[in-house]
């Protein structure tokens, strides 16, 4: 007896998939995975690349990959790496973003940007510590390019801003 | 009509890659840290663009994403001289940084009406990236422009190398007008670059750095203030030595700046073109 494998339980392995430079989060809370498709005990995840040039889009391929040929009833596994839509920060998940601020990364607030021109540091950043909105923009950029870093003048931690785009 | 395609993913790729690679030059020498990371970051977004218009040029050609940044022969590229330039000092490196996002920025906006889906899919993605780049770049325009004398006159002079280069960016494409013809590019180049000057030549006044461009467009000639708060500089080119306004590059025409850069850039390649990493 064979076990067909359904949409659902990719979704699920897909869930246990972290985000190789943030581990607290899947690939699901960040909202990378545009879509999945399951027929004939093939699957397809089309899958959104947060930044082109993500160093680690490699390592995510690689372990969706292996999570969704995991799945019992799933014999071949494509997935396609794609700029439509673009991701957007507005794709992380509520959960995705609590997950972030446990973390100690502030995660980007709101449902934008959805304009090009809307794209920037948030005018107030949320100490994910403390959460104080005293709080300054000490660099642009960070450890990775998705992050710019703040100080907190009221806990005096620094910390990171997960940017918006 | 594939060659017209090869052609602007190839030449857009070799911007991103080459200017890339210098903005790689300040990981561990830039003034400060912030700038050491915003540098490298910004390094690490181009190449990564760049890695990404080269797929669309491997499904075309056949050939590697490796091959293509690191396996051709210098006159086999096809970035603009102004991203081969050495960074100079902190002004030409930001004076630059600035007119090539803004020229960058322009052109994605055209290419996000492209009919090329995957062209016009990549563009609209790194259009939305790019705003850090433009706001990195504005950030120390404005700082170095409202600052003491001596930075305004490096970032005049900057300026006025940088910018005739810039036109570079502008030069058509190999076979732009099949790539017109099929809808991939909306807007020529040299069109293109017409909005760009403009918007630039405006942008500087803004800075409080008022040019006066030369007939073609390309040579500002900055004016002196009456306060004596900036120092008259005229067009003089002496780092433009591949043409006079660092033309050339889209037809693989380079300086020798790039066979500097090529020979490092492509060592560890060419040690083992084979090698799988």
Redesign the interface.
């Given at each position: 007896m064979v076990t067909q494998a359904t949409a659902d339980v990719v979704w699920a392995a897909l869930e246990t998939v972290a985000d190789p430079e943030i581990p607290a989060v899947s690939v699901v809370d960040m909202g990378m995975i545009l879509s999945v498709a399951v027929g004939d005990e093939k699957a397809q995840v089309i899958v959104l690349p947060t930044?082109?040039?993500?160093?680690a889009i490699g390592v995510i391929e690689q372990d969706v990959r292996s999570a969704v040929s995991a799945v019992e009833g799933v014999e071949e596994v494509e997935i396609r790496m794609?700029?439509?839509p673009?991701?957007?920060s507005g794709r992380i998940t509520p959960e995705g973003r609590r997950k972030l601020k446990d973390f100690g990364l502030a995660p980007p607030t709101g449902e934008g940007?959805v304009l090009?021109?809307e794209?920037?540091?948030p005018s107030e950043a949320i100490c994910p510590f403390c959460g104080s909105k005293d709080t300054t923009n000490?660099?642009?950029?960070?450890?990775?390019?998705c992050r710019a870093?703040y100080h907190c003048s009221s806990c005096k931690n620094p910390f990171e801003q997960f940017?918006a785009? | 009509m594939t060659e017209a395609l090869v052609a602007i993913v190839t030449s857009l790729g070799d911007d991103e890659l080459i200017l890339g690679h210098r903005h790689a030059e300040w990981t561990g020498f830039a003034p400060h840290i912030?700038e050491d990371?915003?540098f490298?970051?910004?390094a690490?977004?181009?190449?990564?663009?760049a890695?990404?218009y080269y797929s669309i040029a491997s499904s075309l050609t056949g050939l590697t994403r490796d091959a293509l940044a690191l396996g051709r022969s210098q006159g086999e590229y096809r970035h603009a001289v102004l991203c081969e330039r050495p960074n100079s000092d902190w002004a030409y490196t930001i004076t630059r940084q600035w007119l090539y996002d803004r020229a960058d920025s322009l052109r994605l906006t055209a290419l996000e009406d492209s009919a090329h889906?995957a062209l016009r899919?990549?563009a609209?993605?790194?259009?939305?990236?790019e705003?850090?780049h433009l706001?990195?770049a504005d950030?120390w325009m404005e700082r170095i422009a409202h600052g003491p004398i001596e930075g305004r006159t490096k970032l005049t002079r900057a300026a006025t190398t940088a910018l005739s280069a810039t036109a570079g960016l502008f030069e058509p494409f190999e076979r732009e007008a099949d790539a017109i013809g099929e809808g991939w590019l909306t807007v020529p180049s040299e069109e293109l670059g017409r909005r760009f000057l403009s918007e630039a030549v405006d942008a500087l006044d803004g800075l409080g750095l008022p040019a006066e461009v030369t007939p073609d467009g390309w040579r500002a000639e900055f004016v002196a203030s009456s306060s004596g708060d900036l120092i008259a500089t005229a067009p003089s080119d002496p780092g433009e030595t591949s043409t006079p306004a660092g033309l050339g590059g889209r037809s693989g025409r380079h300086s020798p700046d790039f066979s500097e850069l090529w020979a490092d850039m492509t060592r560890t390649y060419r040690a083992d073109p084979e090698a799988t990493w």
């Amino acid at each position: 007896m064979v076990t067909q494998a359904t949409a659902d339980v990719v979704w699920a392995a897909l869930e246990t998939v972290a985000d190789p430079e943030i581990p607290a989060v899947s690939v699901v809370d960040m909202g990378m995975i545009l879509s999945v498709a399951v027929g004939d005990e093939k699957a397809q995840v089309i899958v959104l690349p947060t930044f082109t040039g993500c160093p680690a889009i490699g390592v995510i391929e690689q372990d969706v990959r292996s999570a969704v040929s995991a799945v019992e009833g799933v014999e071949e596994v494509e997935i396609r790496m794609s700029f439509d839509p673009p991701w957007t920060s507005g794709r992380i998940t509520p959960e995705g973003r609590r997950k972030l601020k446990d973390f100690g990364l502030a995660p980007p607030t709101g449902e934008g940007p959805v304009l090009v021109t809307e794209i920037g540091l948030p005018s107030e950043a949320i100490c994910p510590f403390c959460g104080s909105k005293d709080t300054t923009n000490q660099s642009l950029f960070g450890p990775t390019p998705c992050r710019a870093i703040y100080h907190c003048s009221s806990c005096k931690n620094p910390f990171e801003q997960f940017k918006a785009v | 009509m594939t060659e017209a395609l090869v052609a602007i993913v190839t030449s857009l790729g070799d911007d991103e890659l080459i200017l890339g690679h210098r903005h790689a030059e300040w990981t561990g020498f830039a003034p400060h840290i912030e700038e050491d990371v915003a540098f490298s970051s910004i390094a690490q977004d181009e190449i990564g663009h760049a890695a990404a218009y080269y797929s669309i040029a491997s499904s075309l050609t056949g050939l590697t994403r490796d091959a293509l940044a690191l396996g051709r022969s210098q006159g086999e590229y096809r970035h603009a001289v102004l991203c081969e330039r050495p960074n100079s000092d902190w002004a030409y490196t930001i004076t630059r940084q600035w007119l090539y996002d803004r020229a960058d920025s322009l052109r994605l906006t055209a290419l996000e009406d492209s009919a090329h889906d995957a062209l016009r899919h990549l563009a609209t993605k790194i259009r939305r990236e790019e705003r850090y780049h433009l706001i990195h770049a504005d950030m120390w325009m404005e700082r170095i422009a409202h600052g003491p004398i001596e930075g305004r006159t490096k970032l005049t002079r900057a300026a006025t190398t940088a910018l005739s280069a810039t036109a570079g960016l502008f030069e058509p494409f190999e076979r732009e007008a099949d790539a017109i013809g099929e809808g991939w590019l909306t807007v020529p180049s040299e069109e293109l670059g017409r909005r760009f000057l403009s918007e630039a030549v405006d942008a500087l006044d803004g800075l409080g750095l008022p040019a006066e461009v030369t007939p073609d467009g390309w040579r500002a000639e900055f004016v002196a203030s009456s306060s004596g708060d900036l120092i008259a500089t005229a067009p003089s080119d002496p780092g433009e030595t591949s043409t006079p306004a660092g033309l050339g590059g889209r037809s693989g025409r380079h300086s020798p700046d790039f066979s500097e850069l090529w020979a490092d850039m492509t060592r560890t390649y060419r040690a083992d073109p084979e090698a799988t990493w």
